[in-house]
């Protein structure tokens, strides 16, 4: 009896505790009405530079202006827009014809993204390399030769072999892959290699086993390469409370997500589906929403508020980047900004939120409660992270980054809004209105730098210590930020040093970046090549 009577208190505390006022479930509401439109198939994904993106914003510029705040965009609208550049695409003059068959682009062949743009005809043979003609190259001999060697890099051995055939008479090469070692080659549209002097396309093994064989002594060739600038067009969204004040917060959470994970950012693995992104990111677009009507109605006016819904997240922080480099209010009066990415799947066992950036001020600690009645908060010192507030921090302006953690439905189509826990989105949304209400009262924050957080990941063991600049165009990795106390700040590096090279591997990108340092280990010495302006320096570097 005693039991009973114990267990009826606790259930009876437990649903007084959850006891909603009319003002939070007004709240509730609306981010069920907001999360369920932004993460609904009409949408699409709300992938960067795409109809339901479009859809996203707009949807966002008309909840901007029923808030009643002033459009901070382009010309007098809500909305900022930003071009991504992603490298080069094949054009549909491209083809390739083998006696009297016509080849499928990206599936009997594809142009290497370093080929020349060009074409070459004529008679040719898989033995015989007559100038002025197309040659044939079988790496089947160089891939199983280097297939235990770490260091052999085939894509630099293919442009090699194809200007060294140019110089011998070669119009165009082809190459193909007779033996059973799989290549892992493919059009890579992001590299930036430099050209080499001929067209050079890879005939697929499908297709040089029905169209090539060692008897082929006469083929007739016609080949054509040609590519163009692929680009697209993201659109942040920005509203503003202006209160007169010195200094202004911003509030901002990235709204784009990865439409049928056409970027292959996707964890899914099964067939193409709409990736809804209901946590990963309309939960934090619709906290940002709701703080705006909050503050826009609340007495707190010693600060002015910006809010930005970005947009560009998901392919590299573009949206966040490019409004730091092209702010609509002067950066300089900027107090701090809050990110808000993923944050409505608030575990009801463990009440937990990590909140990241408390290192970036030294305030946060006299303002920041690590348990309140509604939550249980983890603290990450670092400033740097894998969302919008990282470009805010690079700007020397102190940041919090609000996150209810990672889920099994990460990045796949299972991020649904029947999985949002409104609840525990609300009392974020309330530990966020309490720390307003205590910066109201203060002089603007002191910056403070933080070490970078301690990652690993099964494929490195090193890292220099750099934030990279996913949104440089130019040949290399571009050096955006660098992290006290690592390898790279003790070896000399500053903030828009180009990596061109690491060790001997040649940096042309962040993708080959990362696989030249996945070669190395603790304890390895080597250089590292950067442009710094118009001086080439060459580092040393013990990892």
Known sequence: MKYALLFLILISQTIAAQKLKKSEKVIIDNLKTEISF???DKLEGRRTGTAGEKLAYEYLSSEFQKTGLIPKG??????????????????PSTHLKINDSTLQTGT??????????????????????????????????????????????LTEAIKNKANEYADKGAS????????????????????????????????????????????????????????????????NVIGYIDNGAAQTVIIGAHYDHLGYGEDHNSLWTGKPEIHNGAD????????????????????????????????????????????????????????????????????DSTHTISIAGYGTSPEWGKILPQKTQWLNVKFDSSGIGPSDHTSFYLKNIPVL?????????YHKPTDDVDKINFVGELRVIQYIENIL???????????????????????????????PDYTYSGTGVRADGIIDGKIAQKIGMQPGDVITKLGDFKVTDINNYMTALSK???????????????????LDVVF
């Open 401 to 409: 980054f609000f996150f209810t953690g990672t889920n099994s439905d």
């Open 108 to 153: 009997d062949f594809f142009p290497f993204v370093f080929s020349a743009e060009g074409s070459a005809k004529g008679g040719a043979s898989l033995s015989f390399k007559e100038k002025g003609m197309p040659w044939f190259w079988d790496i089947k001999e160089i891939v199983e030769d280097n297939q235990a060697n770490p260091h052999f890099d």
């Open 38 to 40: 932004l993460a609904s």
């Open 520 to 538: 190395f280990k603790k304890g390895d010495s080597t250089k590292v090549t950067v442009i710094r302006g118009k001086d080439k320096l060459n």
């Open 280 to 347: 990963d990111n309309a939960s934090g677009t619709a906290a940002v929403l709701e703080l705006a009507k909050i503050l826009k109605n609340s007495k707190l006016k010693n600060n002015n508020y910006l809010f930005i819904c970005f947009s560009g997240e998901e392919l590299g922080l573009f949206g966040s980047k490019y409004f730091t480099e092209n702010p609509t209010i002067p950066l300089q009066t900027v107090d701090y900004m809050i990110n808000c990415d993923m944050v409505g799947r608030l575990n």
């Open 172 to 235: 165009a090469l082809l190459v193909f892959n007779s033996g059973t070692l799989d290549d892992e080659l493919k059009f890579d549209g992001k590299s930036k290699s430099a050209q080499v002097k001929i067209p050079v396309v890879y005939v697929t093994k499908n297709a040089s086993r029905k169209y090539l064989s060692d008897n082929s002594a006469d083929l007739q060739i016609d080949l054509q390469t040609a590519f163009g600038d692929k680009k697209r067009t993201g659109h």
């Open 74 to 91: 382009d010309g007098n609208s809500f909305v900022q827009a930003f071009e991504i550049n992603e490298g080069k695409q094949i054009l």
């Open 437 to 467: 209400k205590e910066t109201n009262k203060n002089e603007k924050l002191a910056f403070s730098k933080t070490r970078e957080p301690q990652m690993q990941t099964a494929n490195f063991t090193v890292s220099l210590g750099f934030m």
